[in-house]
């Protein structure tokens, strides 16, 4: 007669789908359970005779005239971290977002941001697991303070921003990922629809000190990494509206 709440369900690997699925049929149909999902990128565990979704006719919110906050802007030419930071030109936004894959990625950049004479008027916070959680907390409500009162704010993190993060920032710059990752770091962007569209940009960055790996396969399945580069399809811009689509193919290609 349970309830049970299972948040960010996309964080289970695709690898446990089958039996996750099991489970969670069994407690149904043997314990009288009840399973809700909550997730902003909805993977295809089950199939779709077996849920109910909760919003009715959820697309309609997916139409160009009710979600168009956000931007994807994909450029997948592979990058060290110093050409990235050289290559950054404009830095007329308030807040921006550098969103890494490897703590290692993060500090070297971070590093070359505190010695950037030309951005002294923006606030630098660094945020990752190697930052006691205490300390995290107190750095997530100062970037919420000013963002807030719309003061200038860079932001060095790793992944760990993906959920349960309530950061509103204007331009992000993610280092590829799995694209339902990739989705999740964009709700940080532009969460209170401002007047123009935030920016969400999608790179890849190597490891120049070993032949120039890719930071992304350092911690990901590049299975996944395939599949999300043959979903962007050579594609440069996705607008929010086509986010839907874009995942449901994802997660359909990951299955099979």
Known sequence: GSIIILDEIQNIPIRYWKLVREVLVAMTDYFNCRIILLTATKPLIFEEAECVELVGDHE????????????LLIDLTPKSVSKFFSDLRSWERHSYMFVFNTIGSSLEFYKKLKDEDGLSEFELIYLSTNIVPKERRERIKKIKRLTEKKEKVIIVTTQLIEAGVDIDVEVIYRDIGPLDSIIQVAGRCNRKKMSDAGEVHVISLINENHNDKLFSCYIYDPVLLFITKE??????????????????????????
Do not use: M, Q
Request: aromatic share 16%; proline share 3%.
């Open 60 to 71: 309609k919110y997916f139409a160009k005239d009710k979600l168009n906050r956000v931007n």
């Open 231 to 256: 979903v962007f399809d050579e594609k440069t811009s996705v607008p929010e509206s086509e986010f839907l689509s874009l995942i449901n193919k994802y997660f359909t290609d990951a299955r099979s």
